[in-house]
């Protein structure tokens, strides 16, 4: 893991872009359906009235976490050559001795097998490292170990 804002793939870039502008148009839609508090009528409506709310705080939440990265990400530049980091294709060796190639990712995709996400305990483990690194990582059976073996 780097000191300052984690490098981020053009690609990776892209999908918060466009990810950001989709929370935008949702939040614009939910928004639109909020009342007047003196309209509300009976528990039902206002119910529903706070759940909308709701919904609006939580993609108000997850739009500013989006700017603050696109933001950090301008300051971070392109992802270092040699070092893994959101964008990388990471080939690794683990405790078993599988291989598995996969790509660090910052949206989790349930449609591809092949991402980890660069939060995950994996992917953080995997931040700035080079090939021949050996990572420590916890999983829900305990701590693991995997040797990077190429990137790029």
Request: contains cysteine; hydrophobic residues 40%.
């Amino acid at each position: 893991m780097t000191d300052g804002p984690e490098p981020i793939s053009a690609d990776a870039l892209s999908a918060l872009r466009r990810e950001l502008a989709d929370l935008r148009e949702e939040r614009g839609s939910v928004a639109a359906t909020l009342k007047d508090v003196d309209a509300v009528g009976d528990r039902a409506d206002e119910a529903d009235e706070l759940q909308r709310a709701t919904e609006v705080t939580r993609l108000d939440q997850r739009i500013a976490a989006i700017e603050g990265r696109i933001r950090a990400a301008s300051v971070a530049g392109a992802p270092a050559t040699g070092v893994v980091g959101v964008g990388t294709t990471v080939t690794v060796r683990f405790d078993d001795g599988d291989e598995s190639t996969f790509h660090i990712g910052e949206l989790a995709d349930a449609d591809d097998p092949d991402l980890v996400t660069s939060d995950s305990p994996l992917g953080l483990a995997l931040l700035g490292c080079r090939a021949g690194d050996t990572v420590a990582y916890r999983t829900p059976a305990g701590e693991a170990t995997a040797v990077v073996l190429s990137l790029r």
